[in-house]
């Protein structure tokens, strides 16, 4: 209001000086022109700051939401590597697992290799000891039954 006085009183294109000069602007009125103009280059300072200080607040907004969203996606590459690493271990683990599984299997394949040998010359074995215990049973047979014919033939000889 008084700003728009102010602002009716002064062209665009004219100064205030220019004003005084071509004697349009009563002396007399020149501290209440002044007041007015400096109240409304007070209102337009206090505009600007304004509107500065809200585009500064936007600024430290957009900064902090920036902000916000590299610590997630931080947090999310942390997450992941942890995942990630997580993952490896089990992965290992399992290595482990299957490696363990698999040594355990040889040494189960082995034993029993050893145990179908140890059998085979057990039975092996078996049949050599039945073979030379019959064989030493047909021996003293043949060598009964030629006593046995030698004491019949000293006999038939008397």
Known sequence: SSCMAAMDLFPAECSARDLFAAGSVDPSSHDGLLSDLWDSWSSLWEQEFERLHCLEEQFKARQ???AALQSAREAERVLQEGVIAQRRDI?????????ATEGMQVATDAQRQ????????LRSAGDLAREVTENAARRRLEAEA??????????DAS
């Open 91 to 99: 992965a290992e683990k399992l290595e482990d697992v299957r490696r």
């Open 64 to 66: 902090a939401s920036a």
């Open 114 to 121: 050893r145990n179908v040998a140890a059998s085979d010359a």
């Open 146 to 155: 030629r006593r046995r014919r030698a004491a019949q033939e000293r006999r």
